[in-house]
């Protein structure tokens, strides 16, 4: 994905740290703001891995941090639910100045009721979606009830939160007491997403429930079901991302915007988040690269090898099926199977140069259909010219040069 790191000021000055992820590949169909969980960031695994499954399909997303928290200004102890509101207002005034307004709201845990909060007040908003979200902003109490009655005594008190210390004040617990998000839903009249996991132990799945029950249509329900609160596992965070992009393709709007232009066939993008997950656009098709989680990739995608063995195979089956058509041959259906090593030369001399091993691809090919013996060993002879074949015999040059 594109990203650009952005800033905003909120309505009491401070600078709020911010991430906006663009389309590789296309101006955006819409963009969304996504508000992290309580206390967390905008970096956390599972709101990158969201984020960039929106933006392969045409979506912009905003991530920022809310005021106190991750790189943005101000003291978290001086937040509270109302501030966190405000922030994301200030995020969509951002978005509305220098981009497009919002149409897509997305929260995670307690940033799912900011955002429901949110979309209440932003006539842009056109669907809401969240994730593992309190049925109201109080639930959040249950994190802070061993220190609950030193709040209330003292004014404030310091907690331990995700490994964290945190300044918490009696004013933040009286503004969570003040929210009756279920009115909210009952007016909100906007679709809504609601994605919560039975065996969530943060946020139990009772929430999600009533949050459905107090919405309007149009509503839709996913369970999500083995992933945690925290949507640790990538799989989960990248299907969540998914779903959501597949669900509010049905309420936004995409005119036909011009794409982005180049003169090359393929594009490929790299950005600097954990892991290799590569973005590729060849022609007008989307394809995603990776490396196996064994050398730190995500495994969302074939390795580039394995890209090449697929080219490989692809030319093979096409090129047999055209040869098999032009002849008139009963050729039905082609499988190659293939391997991709690489192989000492046999004759090495000095086996540690470079140049002492061989890229050695293994293909079987499988042929259905009532043909004769003559006609398989002539397509199998055929299998050789296959264009990409020939590539990988030939000379090859590639010219390489800074954009």
Known sequence: MKFKKVAFTNRNGYNLAARLELPVDQYPIAYAIFAHVFTGNKNLSATRHISRALTMDGIAVLRFDFTGLGESEGDFADTTFTSNVDDLMAA??????????????????????????????????????????????????????DKLEDIQAEGKAMVHIGGREFTIKRA?????????????????RKPILVLHSPQDRTVEIENAAQIYHAARHPKSFITLDGANHMLTNKKDAAYVGNVIATWVSRYIVQEEEEPLRTDRQVVVRLDNEPGYTTEILAGIHKLIADEPGSVGGNDFGPDPYGFLSASLGACTAMTLKMYAKRKKWPL???????????????????????????????????????????????????????????????????????A
Not at 175 to 187: E, G, P, R, V, Y
Not at 366 to 373: I, K, P
Request: proline share 3%.
């Open 92 to 145: 969509a005034e951002f978005l509305e100045t220098h981009y497009e307004a919002p149409s897509i709201l997305i929260g995670h845990s307690l940033g799912g009721a900011a955002v429901i909060f949110a979309a209440d007040r932003l006539a842009s908003v056109r669907a809401v979606a969240t994730i593992g979200a309190p049925s109201e902003p109080k639930h959040v109490q249950h994190l802070l009830r």
């Open 172 to 188: 933040f617990l009286h503004d969570l007491n003040s929210k009756n998000m279920f009115k909210i839903l009952a007016d909100l």
């Open 332 to 402: 039905e259906e082609v499988t190659v199977h293939l391997n991709h090593f690489k192989r000492y030369v046999d004759d090495c001399h000095d086996c540690e140069k470079s140049n002492s091993k061989l890229d050695h691809f293994e293909r079987v090919i499988e042929l259905e259909g009532d043909l004769t013996a003559e006609q398989k060993a002539r397509l199998l002879e055929i299998a050789d010219r296959c264009p990409v074949h020939r590539t990988l015999h030939a000379e090859v040059r590639v010219d390489t040069v800074l």
